[in-house]
């Protein structure tokens, strides 16, 4: 009698279901479905970029944006590369950054465009990918960039701030894009690693296979490190020793308002870090310590869907030898949270920089015009 | 009296029919779930074929190691360090691929890596007489720290994590074994030897004689060590394979690769029909029923939550869990029969 109500139980719930997957269906016929693989699916930069895709973008152009749950490894972000293609989606925006080559030529062979929208791919996978018919191609900071904002900011703490003891948290070096933030960090401090300097720091530490050692840095400002790839514990050990030492800063290459923000924050310690312009960063910039972000804006994501809908309407955006693009793009910085409210309010969902009359004077461009596009400075005055 | 006979009969009928649908359930469900995922995908106008080829990769090396880990279960045993066996052999088969550029030698050395590892659990519990659910607790520590290490050692930063990631040339060659045809075979040879060992031979008899009662099976003379380390060594066996599966499929292993498996293989098998104390009723087809029962509930929650983003990822969860308690109760309706499993 109870498997007979049990079983009862799972054929009306599994007609409920259904019903609802046939609803849904006939209501999201017209849509154009777009896959966006993800590994973050808390942290204030995805939240951004995912309320500017689904919140602004889906409406204005009849879009639909698909999100995956978090992808922690190369076999689940094909997996779910695939569940994307299974689902009809026309194209794919990677921000999950899992073997990026193999779902360049996944998306490929299965005739679904495929874009990068966070992070840049190695130097290998892209040209491995270029010529691809399907690869779209990548909008981010490129390495130069990555140098250029990890320069500004030591610069800034160097000669406004006069820092002469600060902790410095590196972050997922040796991921190239934390590594170069860091040559140009200690770049603009003043300080080399292994006598190295500017980019010839990064060349130095893959010259040691990648081992990146805090104790070949010297200079005048004596730094107290912390890696990012160690177990939690150790993380927050090692940082709330370097807090005990109450040093003049706190400077990141990326991830400290993830981490550590309130910790920094209750310490009184000023700090500085490399993600977006959110509103929990604002306010760690009005009421904590966070005394400088360089960081993207959610809509900045805007020229990568313009790229997409343009593949998609069959007016591809391809380079002059017909391959995927990859472009870069900088980032905004703030110093004060006067600063960081301008960029804020530039850059809302409700009126993004990227709006639709932007996006629409994207779409169709040719390589050069949509080149020259996106290197434009849009950083409000 | 004839009708004392008349009733105990009625009585003994209508126990072997709930027997019987009890064992046919997770079947049952299998084909229900399986209907219902294609009335969604036809519903949703999705592509049906992609599907069910995602679907098979999903659920291939979750049936592997599940049905590996199937004789630890009938013990009455858990292995918590699947997950980190797979990982670490994945990873020493990948760094042998790379060197030799073998296919071969990318498959022996995960087997052979998987089943050593295996085997070092029920040695170690053995020698120290300890309870194997506990050794397996230490090796997950170990392999993952070791894996973690080579990886971090002999590969390269990509996003948040480190990954040792193939030559093209490798690739290539993963590429053209990575088809359902080649997967499906696999699975196939495994399972007939798995299912011959299991149903056609003393070692699966004197198993589920120990997982039902080990006290008895040791006073016939069954040892719980041997058959612990043969348990292991087929646990290891499929770890191997899904191993090697992984890094056909993925193309690179990263020091999160195979994460979810350990907990994966546990509610497959149980969504498969095993009992969980082992013994008697242990069915070594419940890995490859589960594995796929499982993946298609997912992936059905995930299609009919699909509008529901901000908290389908938890929802899907939480009626996994709700789904995974409903299938342990009407399952243990059948052991609770004061009578020993016939």
Known sequence: ?381 | MEELASRNKIKFDKYRLKKLVIALLPLVALIALFVAYLIILNANDYNVSMNLKTLLNQSIVLILVATGAIFIFTLGQFDISLGANTLFAAVIGTLAYKASGNIFVLFLVCIVVAVACSLLNAVIASIFHLPMFVTTIAMLSVLTALATFLIQSEGTASGTSFSITLPSNLVNDLSAIDTPAFKISVVVIFMVLMIFIFNFTKVGRKMKFLGGNQNCAKLTGISVSLFGIIAFALAGLGAGLGSSMTVVYAHTVSTTTASSIGMSVFIAIVFGGMPINGGARSRIYSALIGGISYNLMTNILFILFQSMQGVRDGLVQVISGIFFLAIVFVASINYRSKNLPR
Not at chain 1, 190 to 195: A, I, L, N, P, S
């Open chain 1, 1 to 381: 009698m109870k498997i007979s109500k049990f079983m009862k139980g799972t054929v009306a719930l599994a007609l409920a279901g259904v019903a609802l997957a046939a609803c849904s269906g006939e209501s999201t016929e017209k849509v154009v479905k777009v896959g966006v693989l993800v590994a973050d699916v808390s942290g204030e930069e995805a939240l951004g970029f995912k309320s500017y895709l689904q919140n602004y973008v889906a409406k204005q152009y009849n879009y639909e944006f698909i999100y995956s749950p978090q992808i922690e490894s190369a076999e689940q972000a094909k997996s779910q590369a695939e569940t994307f293609i299974g689902q009809n989606c026309k194209a794919i925006i990677d921000m999950a950054d899992k073997n990026r080559g193999d779902l360049a030529k996944l998306c490929n062979d299965n005739q679904v465009y495929f874009a990068i929208g966070s992070g840049m791919m190695s130097d290998e996978d892209f040209a491995a990918s270029k010529s691809l018919e399907y690869f779209v191609g990548q909008i981010g900071p490129n390495m130069t960039t990555e140098y250029e904002t990890g320069l500004a900011m030591g610069q800034y703490y160097k000669d406004a701030k006069n820092v002469t003891k600060i902790g410095v948290y590196g972050a997922f070096i040796p991921n190239p894009m934390h590594l170069y933030r860091m040559a140009g960090l200690l770049t603009g401090l003043g300080d080399t690693y292994k006598g190295a300097t500017g980019q010839n720091i990064v060349f130095t530490v893959f010259g040691d296979g990648a081992q990146f050692d805090a104790s070949n840095i010297a200079g005048d400002v004596a730094i107290d490190y912390c890696a990012g790839f160690d177990n939690e514990g150790a993380i927050f050990a090692t940082v709330g020793q370097i807090i005990a030492k109450n040093p003049d800063a706190f400077l990141s290459v990326g991830m400290t308002t993830t981490f550590f923000a309130d910790t920094l924050d209750g310490a009184g310690v000023e700090y500085s870090d490399i993600d977006s312009f959110t509103s929990a960063n604002g306010n760690h910039m009005k009421n904590g310590s966070l005394g400088y972000l360089a960081g993207k804006y959610s809509s900045s994501l805007g020229p990568v869907f313009a790229a997409i809908k343009s593949a998609i309407d069959g007016k591809a955006i391809r380079t002059e030898a017909g391959e995927a693009f990859s472009l870069s793009q900088g980032y905004w910085t703030a110093k004060s949270s006067e600063e960081f409210e301008k960029f804020q309010s530039a850059d809302s969902v409700e009126n993004p920089i990227f709006n639709k009359t932007l996006l629409d004077s994207l779409i169709g461009l040719s390589y050069t015009e949509f080149v020259n596009e996106v290197a434009k400075d849009r950083t409000p005055q």
